[in-house]
């Protein structure tokens, strides 16, 4: 059964181990911020350092796995039928939009849409690590310069993993304009 | 007062706001792993997705900011004598020297340096995030690539940092043999 993540908002589920999960994004050019929690101790969480180190490349996609703060496996991809991700950047907040954006009014978030959804797992704001960040087109130059860009994901462009333990997943349809070529779309998701 | 962090260990203190730390490598081609906590506050922590966000750069030197989980500055760079230093990588932790080394026998890692000197200030080693990998010389390419590569730094080289807020900061002689071209040297720091 597909579940739909309507625009700029997220959810939260368990995935067993051996599940697969797949995670689609329907109409193209739309960013999913996924974390990862083991689900039967919640300290021990999805690490974008531990990740970057074991897998040897800042550019995770099939093949590879995302590793935990405690050096162990949690999912693996499966596919990519985009070949994209991003594992560098933190979930767009509050303060992203303040900061970067120049925006004081409200805005929704990604941090936002984690946290409310983790709080039913007493998963607190101040747990949520740094996503892996599905579909997100994030360059980099020799000098180290980073830009965010229109994402490459085409309507139906999925990428599809498979959990090493059991895990609380929670993802988003992300709300930051610049990850998403201006306009918020949703995000579907499978367990398989 | 030049303090010494003797190879392969660790040490963890207070630097108060506006306080100058002074990271120097005496010897040249030495990495010192770098991890910041609110003194105040220990959930409020250095992020490594949230300075690489704010930040825009993979290569955080002079007139870069260290930014915590809670997006609010914690540290300056106010000079980097060398100009190389690395916010991907993990601490190295026993698993580095199983998993990436094949090495199935005790080895000191800055991570075990890390939650041991931490643990005086109630900080357990699941909060131990993503260290500044001061003088720490990877190298990425076009294809996302990593390496670790010998350090660039000769001796006498530092890094001047001033705090943002009080701060709890732990610092290591970094004890991996690839970060630091197959030898392990000294650390000095010096509060100003």
């Known amino acids: 059964m597909v579940c739909k993540i309507e625009k700029q908002t997220g959810v939260a589920f368990i995935l067993k181990k051996g599940q697969n999960l797949k995670v689609i994004d329907p109409q193209g050019e739309q960013v999913s911020d996924m974390v990862l929690f083991n689900a039967n101790d919640v300290r021990e969480k999805i690490s974008s350092g531990k990740t970057l180190d074991f897998e040897e490349n800042l550019l995770i996609t099939k093949g590879n796995f995302l590793w935990s703060n405690r050096s162990r496996k949690m999912i693996e991809i499966l596919e990519d039928t985009n070949g994209r991700n991003d594992f560098l950047l933190a979930p ?32 607190e704001p101040d747990d949520v690590p740094t996503a892996f960040n599905i579909f997100m087109n994030v360059q980099f130059q020799p000098n180290g310069k980073l830009s965010v860009d229109p994402p490459t994901s085409k309507p139906g ?35 398989l």
Chains 1, 2 share one sequence.
């Open 157 to 191: 462009d999925f990428v599809l993993f498979q959990a090493k333990m059991d895990l609380i997943v929670a993802l988003t349809a992300c709300s930051a304009e610049d990850s998403n070529n201006g306009s918020f779309k949703p995000i579907h998701y499978e367990i």
């Open 92 to 123: 767009c907040s509050p303060e992203t939009f303040q900061i970067m954006y120049k925006n004081p009014k409200y805005h929704p978030s990604c941090f936002e849409n984690l946290y409310t959804n983790l709080a039913p797992y007493r998963i």
